[in-house]
């Protein structure tokens, strides 16, 4: 078994370059193989068994053997054309030969030996090797013609000699004609194989182009989003630092007193700005808890205030107290005072701010709105993407909203803008509200009443 394993892969190991002239070779030399060892056991057994006035079929037998691996190890070395060609040479010489001695009308026919030549032209070498095969077919045919003129007994069996050629030569242009349409049909299969190989090579190698475009491109996009935040925050820290720097080197020294808690402001929008980059980036844990609305907006409206100019009416209606919420409080201050500077940008030539809030079944809704340009829905579509703005350079992140919907998002509350451009816009925020047990007792009462009176 594992001779017979060795002698397999040998046989497969052929040194061609092209995988189909490799299986044709493959093909060829077993054909080689089988014919030079028959031949080789026919010469032994003629020599074994006949006289020595016989001993003739033992040499053409030998000689058969001989050619047969001779073309074997012509096609072992690579030499596949030549030992192909080699092998329908000497088939041909073989009939030829036998059309000699025999004649042409001896053969019962065309044998499939005969067709042989043909066949292995067809199939090992291409189109043009089938027609000078049929060539010297046609040659062949004639020497068997001429040899039955040469024995032929009468007239009538002369005049059976051109019938015979005619229909054995018109047998051989038939499979011609076949093989040679076979070739080009099966040619024109590799070539649009290979056309189909590369232009999936192409499309290979565009894909893998466009994929390094893409990671280019991300990589200008990443490069250009930190340019833009760091300009929006340099900007920012700018303005703080300036503050801070002039109140500390003032030629007439104020109140200390006085001057510290400018300062300790000026610091806290700085803080402000740090957590605003630290939200964009998730790079802060949110840290929630449960507070009294109306209590954080009175808190604010010390910072809500003074952002909008003497221009901006503001009215600033103060929930309920006990209106109660659970979320990150320094989030919501930070999402109500980025609304607040769009809605005070928006108003250059003055108008009118509101922001009202009020429960609404379980939730809690902040309501802001301005008297401002507004927005076209173009922008409207796009308020939410990062870097997103229609401030001039160096005015604008564009990372305000996307801050506000995200802090929105994350605290399971639903955030809705309308706008038109001339018609001002409406910002509301609803976040879950917190129910205290008197707030609850009263729903359940509410529902329960409710029960009866359908009952």
């Known amino acids: 078994m594992d001779l017979r394993r060795r002698f397999a892969g040998w046989m497969k190991h052929v040194s ?11 093909m060829l030399q077993t054909i080689l193989a089988i014919v030079g060892t028959a031949a080789l056991a026919m010469a032994i057994g003629s020599f074994a068994t006949a006289e020595t006035a016989g001993r003739n079929e033992t ?4 000689a058969i053997s001989t050619y047969a691996w001779l073309c074997f190890h012509l096609s072992r070395k690579g030499l596949y054309r030549l030992s192909a060609s080699l092998t329908v040479i000497g088939s041909l010489q073989l009939i030829g030969t036998s059309y000699y001695i ?7 026919g065309l044998l499939m030996i005969h067709l042989m030549p043909l066949l292995f032209a067809g199939l090992l070498l291409g189109r043009a090797a089938v027609w000078w095969t049929t060539l010297a077919n046609a040659i062949v045919l004639a020497i068997g013609a001429w040899s039955d003129m040469q024995h032929a007994a009468n007239t009538a069996a002369t005049s059976e000699i051109l019938p015979n050629l005619l229909l054995s030569g018109m047998n051989f242009l038939v499979l011609a004609v076949i093989l040679d349409r076979l070739i080009r049909s099966s040619q024109r299969a590799i070539e649009r194989s290979r056309e189909l190989d590369a232009a999936c090579r192409d499309l290979k190698r565009e894909i893998e182009e466009k994929e390094r475009a893409y990671a280019r491109l ?103 107290p006990g209106l109660l919420i659970e979320t990150d409080r320094d989030e919501l201050e930070l999402a109500l005072l980025n609304i607040v500077g769009n809605a005070c940008d928006a108003m250059p030539r003055g108008g009118r701010f509101s922001m009202s809030a009020h429960a609404v079944d379980d939730k809690v809704l902040i309501r802001m709105e301005d008297t401002g340009e507004g927005m076209s829905p173009e922008v409207l579509a796009n308020l939410f993407e990062p870097f997103f703005t229609t401030k001039p350079k160096g005015e604008g992140t564009g990372i305000g909203m996307t801050i506000v919907h995200r802090f929105v998002t994350e605290s399971r509350g639903e955030l809705k803008v309308q706008s038109s451009p001339g018609q001002g816009t409406r910002v509301d925020l609803l976040l879950p509200r917190v129910q205290t047990v008197s ?17």
């Open 218 to 320: 991300l990589q200008t996009q990443r490069m250009e989003a930190i340019g833009r935040l760091s300009a929006g925050a340099a900007h920012d820290f700018n303005n703080i630092l300036n503050v801070i720097v002039g109140l500390a080197t003032a030629s007439h020294p104020r109140d200390t007193s006085a001057v510290l808690p400018q300062i300790h402001r000026a610091a806290q929008r700085g803080t402000v700005v740090t957590r605003r980059l630290l939200s964009f980036s998730r790079m802060q844990s949110r840290q929630t808890s449960v507070f009294d609305l109306a209590e954080a907006i009175d808190e604010m409206r010390t910072l809500i205030l003074p952002m909008l100019h003497r221009g901006i009416r503001a009215s600033l209606d103060m929930p309920p």
């Open 439 to 455: 707030s609850r007792r009263r729903r359940d009462d509410a529902v329960a009443v409710g029960a009866g009176d359908t009952r």
């Open 59 to 62: 040499w053409v037998a030998m």
């Open 102 to 108: 025999y004649g042409l009308q001896a053969q019962p």
């Open 16 to 26: 061609v370059d092209a995988p189909q002239n490799r299986r044709n070779a493959l």
